[in-house]
C-alpha cells in the first residue's frame, strides 16, 4: 500500500535521521521507483536539507568568502544530483547509497557541544545531556526545556524548545523547525544557518532565525550584520540587514528577500549622536526618580541599583523621551541588552527590564497594572513577563557570563497590526530573551500614547550598590506600504 503524505514526509525524516527500519525503508524505495512525484518530493527534500551542495564542494563556510561571490561548483554539482543523479540512483536501487552519502555530513555534529542546558530539558532519543556533551550526528530534536549548544568554531546558538535543527560543519546549522539566537564570535564570522527556503550569513552579530510549522522563516537582526538570501542557489540573490532590520521567508518566493522592518531609534546613547532627517535618531532618556539618577557613560546607559541601608527609594527609572505613537497599527519589534552587577544589592532581590505604559499618565512601576506590560530580568527567578501587573510567564534564561549576570538580549515583538487584529483579535506580545521563548502571541490592550522606560529594582537594605548596564537598544516597525503595514 502507498504510504499517505504524512506518512511519505515521517518516512524522509527518519531516512534523515538514520532511524528508518529497514521495513519502511523497503517500503519507501519501492514507492520511489512507482511513483514520479514521490521522486520529484524526494529531490525538493533534498534541496531543503541543503547539505549535499556543501558536501560535494567541500566547503566549509559561507563566510570564507565576499559577499555575493559565487558557488558554482557546489551549484552546479547539485543541479547535476537534482536532474540526474537521484534518479539513476533510486532506479539503480541505491538509495541506501544516499544514505550513506549523508552519513559523512551527519558525522559533523559531532563538533557541536553542550554550552548549557536547563534541568527541565528533554531530548527526543531520550538521552540526558550535561555541560559539554557531544551532540550526536543528524537530525537533533529538543522536546522540551532549553539549551545553548556550542559549534566547533565558536558560535553558540540557544535553542528553546520545540526546536529541531543539524548541524552541518562546524559553522553551520540547518534549522528544520523552531526558533533560535545565534551568537557568534569574531573566530566564527561567517556562521550561516540554512532554512527550507534560504540562507542567514553572519558577519560578526547576534541574530534571531525562526521556522515555524509551515515552513515560513523568519530572520531578525539584534546586533550586527547578515546576509539573507531567499533560497540556495547560485543564481539567488541576497540582501545585507543590519541591527533592527527584520525580514520573512516563504515557501512560495525564491526570489530576494524584501525588508519588512524599518528602525526608528537605534543603539547609541552618546549625546553628541544626531539622527538624519527621518532616520534613525539618537537615543534620548530622562531619570524619573531623581534621588540617582542614570548615567550614560562609554555609549552605555547605566541605572543604579541601590540597596544601601537607609534609601528611601529603590526603584531607578528612565524615560525614554521618543514619540513611540508609531507602534500602534503597526508590526515592531523593541530589542535591548541588559547585564547586571555580579556584586552590590543581593542577587535574589533584583532586577532590570523595561516597562510601557501610557504617555498621558504619570509613569508607573512595571509591577504595576497601570502599565501595558513589562518584561523583567533578575539572576534569581530569570525572566518574567508582566501584562497589567499580572505575571503571564516566567521562566529560566542563559547569563553568557560570569562576570556579570547577563548579559540579557531581550526582544520584544509587539504587533498591533491589521493582520494581528484578524488572526488573533486583538494586539499581541512576544517575547524572546537570549534566543528562549518566554511567551508567544499572548493578547495586550497597548496604549494610545505609548512611553517606554528601563527600570531597576532592589529591596531595601539589603546591601551593596551596582549598576545595571543597558546598551543595543533598538526600536523598528513594520514597513509602511500605502499607509499600511506590509
Not at 63 to 74: E, L, Y
Not at 169 to 176: K, P, V
Not at 317 to 346: C, I, K, Q, T
Request: net charge negative.
Amino acid at each position: 500500500m502507498a504510504p499517505t503524505p504524512h506518512e511519505f514526509s515521517r518516512m524522509l525524516a527518519e531516512l534523515a535521521d538514520g532511524t528508518i527500519s529497514d521495513a519502511e525503508f523497503m517500503r519507501l524505495e519501492a514507492t520511489l521507483r512507482a511513483d514520479r512525484a514521490a521522486r520529484d518530493e524526494l529531490r525538493a527534500w533534498m534541496a531543503m536539507e541543503a547539505a549535499l551542495p556543501r558536501i560535494l564542494a567541500g566547503e566549509d563556510a559561507a563566510g570564507s568568502r565576499p559577499p555575493g561571490t559565487t558557488r558554482r561548483c557546489a551549484d552546479g554539482l547539485w543541479r547535476l544530483a537534482g536532474a540526474w543523479l537521484v534518479p539513476v540512483m533510486i532506479a539503480a536501487g541505491g538509495l541506501a547509497a544516499a544514505v550513506a552519502w549523508r552519513s559523512d555530513a551527519r558525522r559533523k555534529g559531532e563538533l557541536v557541544a553542550i554550552a548549557d542546558v536547563s534541568p527541565d530539558a528533554a531530548w527526543h532519543d531520550n538521552v540526558v545531556r550535561k555541560l559539554g556533551d557531544r551532540l550526536p550526528s543528524g537530525v537533533v530534536r529538543l522536546d522540551r526545556g532549553a539549551a545553548e549548544v556550542r559549534f566547533a568554531r565558536g558560535a553558540v546558538v540557544s535553542l528553546n524548545a520545540p526546536v529541531e535543527f543539524e548541524a552541518l560543519g562546524d559553522n553551520r546549522l540547518f534549522l528544520r523547525n523552531g526558533r533560535i539566537t545565534s551568537s557568534v564570535p569574531q573566530q566564527a564570522h561567517g556562521f550561516t544557518v540554512v532554512s527550507p527556503d534560504g540562507e542567514v550569513i553572519d558577519f560578526g552579530t547576534e541574530f534571531t532565525v525562526g521556522v515555524d510549522r509551515h515552513g515560513k522563516t523568519d530572520v531578525y537582526v539584534v546586533s550586527g550584520e547578515v546576509d539573507v538570501a531567499g533560497g540556495h542557489s547560485v543564481l539567488d540573490q541576497r540582501v545585507r540587514l543590519t541591527q533592527g532590520f527584520a525580514t520573512q521567508l516563504e515557501k512560495t518566493a525564491f526570489g530576494r528577500p524584501c525588508i519588512t522592518q524599518e528602525p526608528i531609534v537605534l543603539d547609541s546613547f552618546e549625546r553628541s549622536t544626531t539622527g538624519a532627517v527621518g532616520g534613525p535618531l539618537a537615543l534620548r532618556c530622562t531619570s524619573v526618580d531623581q534621588e540617582e539618577r542614570a548615567e550614560i557613560r562609554d555609549g552605555e546607559l547605566r541605572i543604579p541599583i541601590d540597596g544601601r541601608p537607609g534609601r528611601r527609594y529603590p526603584i531607578a527609572r528612565v524615560e525614554m523621551e521618543h514619540d513611540f505613537s508609531v507602534l500602534v497599527g503597526r508590526r515592531s519589534h523593541v530589542s535591548f541588552r541588559a547585564a547586571l552587577p555580579n556584586v552590590g544589592s543581593a542577587p535574589t532581590e533584583r532586577w532590570a527590564g523595561i516597562a510601557v505604559d501610557d504617555r498621558r499618565h504619570a509613569a508607573e512601576m512595571a509591577y504595576k497594572k497601570e502599565a501595558c506590560f513589562a518584561v523583567l530580568v533578575s539572576p534569581s527567578w530569570q525572566a518574567q513577563v508582566l501584562v497589567k501587573g499580572q505575571r503571564v510567564a516566567e521562566q529560566r534564561v542563559f547569563a553568557r557570563n560570569s562576570e556579570a549576570i547577563g548579559p540579557y538580549q531581550i526582544v520584544i515583538v509587539l504587533d498591533d497590526s491589521p493582520a494581528s487584529r484578524r488572526l488573533f483579535g486583538g494586539t499581541t506580545l512576544t517575547v524572546m530573551i537570549n534566543g528562549i521563548d518566554i511567551v508567544r502571541d499572548h493578547p495586550v490592550e497597548l496604549c494610545e500614547v505609548p512611553r517606554i522606560q528601563l527600570q531597576t529594582n532592589t529591596v531595601k537594605e539589603v546591601g551593596g550598590h551596582g549598576y545595571a548596564v543597558i546598551d543595543d537598544v533598538c526600536v523598528s516597525v513594520e514597513v509602511a506600504v500605502d499607509g499600511e503595514g506590509i
